[in-house]
């Protein structure tokens, strides 16, 4: 996906709404929808856990790819309840956005500043769960690997958005990057958690 591809619709309109491609409204939908599924699994997964102690979610594979590992961590409730309820509400919330984009909506800059906050406290909260799977607790979850793709995705393009509408204010010499190589970013954000996670369990891997 170009940023160019993303940019035919972000111009302001005379209400000082600002409005946003086709492209990049699917962009959200789809990385929506995607977080929103793996939120889904494993809330229905953690229940189940809930339920009964011994029981082991699909996707807990080995030692290393073991959901039920993070599940059962202090780290799986951040906030004192299970993590992926809270994505169950704002990945909702993005979906929602995108469709209303689809739709023709546009909305004001202070909008978009949320959006993109929002974002921005979702790639940092998945840092944090990436840093204490890799290092803490010592496994992964497939599930919540699809989640932090879609978050990494979702917060670069949404901040493309506002850089190269003008929410955020930039030099020229940033725009241009956004509207050429926007793809870049995420691309190299997940190369290096990809890395990250190749090197910590080598000897696992080449076993």
């Known amino acids: 996906m170009t940023s160019a591809a993303l940019d035919d619709t972000s111009s302001k309109g005379d209400s000082g709404t ?23 699994v494993i809330t229905l997964d953690k229940f189940k856990l809930l339920e009964d102690p011994n029981f082991t979610p699909g996707c807990s594979l080995n030692p290393v790819v073991s959901c039920g590992s ?44 949320g959006l993109n906050a929002g974002t921005l406290f979702g790639v940092g909260f998945c840092a944090w769960l990436m840093y204490q799977s890799l290092y803490e607790i010592n496994a992964l979850c497939l599930w919540c690997c699809l989640a932090w793709v879609a978050t990494i995705v979702m917060f670069w393009y949404v901040t493309s958005q506002n850089v190269r509408s003008g929410v955020i204010p930039a030099p020229g010499a940033l725009k241009t990057f956004f509207e050429e190589f926007t793809w870049v970013l995420p691309v190299l954000h997940i190369g290096i958690i990809g890395m990250l996670i190749l090197t910590r369990w080598w000897d696992f891997w080449t076993s």
């Not at 994505?87 to 978009?112: D, Q, S």
């Open 18 to 40: 600002i409005g946003a491609s086709r492209a990049f409204a699917w962009m959200l939908v789809i990385t929506g929808a995607a977080g929103l599924l793996a939120a889904w």
């Open 70 to 113: 993070i599940m059962k961590s202090e780290q799986a409730s951040a906030f004192g309840f299970p993590n992926p309820m809270l994505g169950l509400v704002t990945y909702g919330m993005v979906i929602a956005i995108g469709v209303a984009l689809l739709a023709g909506a546009r909305y004001r800059r202070w909008y978009w500043l």
